[in-house]
């Protein structure tokens, strides 16, 4: 895939998304989880936010997608979460999982590494941090923070689309590898790291591909940040729910240009 190719298809998810608002299921973190409807909605997918047992397996099967974060862990959310990913795996419907600070303490790198080899497939998204805990099943102790860590290649996690978030993103498969940089030191902004991976499972349905969706959700969600670096903190979210809303073709696709860089861009 060349670089114009996958512009292209980056574009036209943005642009999809908005004439088809699929169903996104989030099991979500309660920390972030109105950002995050506020920015599926924004983006023109309808967010529904389900974690009785009761009703995740039936709310699931009827989804569009399936979007998984653990953050605020417990045994009970990882039962849950187990349920809920059965079901999609049988809907045939995208899953995005976010290990949210697996490497904070014990338990939650074993809720999270029992998750991931519980026989689904789909796009695992989380910091370098969280990767790097979940490859190498060390504490890290970080919080949900990412730390830096340049040898992004060892925290892929094979049978998944793995996207690792950082100063640059990386997205990759068996076969490609896009990078993402981002062009300066945005503080971080609590929730967007969470919405991003909601963005992708959106993206993923329409582009009927999970690599095109984690690329474009990631990409406008970066697009959207850099966009609101001048502005005061508090200022920052409401701006970015705007770009991610309404942004403009034009500026998006110079900067998807400027940005998006394949290692195997003729696979």
Known sequence: MKKEELVQKVLEAVWNL?????????????????FTADTLRAAGARPLMATDREEIEEITSHADGLNVNMGQPSKEKAETALLALQAATQAGIPI????????????????NRKILAAGWTGI??????????????????????????????CQTLPGFITAITGMTDLITDSQHKIYLPHKENIEPIVGTGCAAGALCCAYAVVSRSNLIGTITGLALMAYAQEKVRSLPYGSRKTVILDRINEPDRHSLEEWLYQSISLLNPEV
């Open 18 to 34: 908005k004439e088809t608002a699929p169903l996104i299921h989030v099991i979500p973190n309660q920390v972030s989880a109105s």
């Open 96 to 111: 995005v999982y976010d290990p949210v600070g697996a490497g904070a303490s014990r338990a939650r790198l074993e809720w």
């Open 124 to 153: 695992v998204k989380g910091n370098t941090t969280e990767l790097s805990a979940l490859t190498t099943g060390t504490i890290k102790y970080s919080g949900v923070d990412a730390l830096p860590d340049d040898n992004l290649e």
